[in-house]
Nanobody, 114 residues
């Protein structure tokens, strides 16, 4: 059982930056890690995924603005959010996919306001 704890969410103005962190309770070196988000009234969607240190995927809506990275030694995954927009407002969830099982964190709220 992998436990994931997100942090770093909050209020940010358009064009600003935030860095989300996801701390895992055990090694994530063999896991595909991802960040998802869910806005009110919408389905949860993939934001970014990192398979290895050099293999990443991004939603088209965040390409060039968000960067996912991982520190396997620290069992932590990050999402650097730059040039945020109002439409980035959502609850952001960390995901670990390991041995055909998905594990989720409790989510962290990101609100972009002006």
């Amino acid at each position: 059982q992998v436990q994931l704890v997100e942090s770093g969410g909050g209020l940010v103005q358009p064009g600003g930056s935030l860095r989300l962190s996801c701390a895992a309770s055990q090694s994530i070196s063999s896991s595909t890690m991802g960040w998802y988000r869910q806005a009110p009234g919408k389905q949860r969607e993939l934001v970014a995924r990192i398979i290895s240190s050099v293999s990443t995927n991004y939603a088209d809506s965040v390409k060039g603005r968000f960067t996912i990275s991982r520190d396997n030694a620290a069992n932590t995954v990050y999402l650097q959010m730059n040039s945020v927009k109002h439409e980035d407002t959502a609850v952001y969830f960390c995901n670990a996919h390991y041995a055909l099982v998905d594990y989720w964190g409790q989510g962290t709220q990101v609100t972009v306001f002006s």
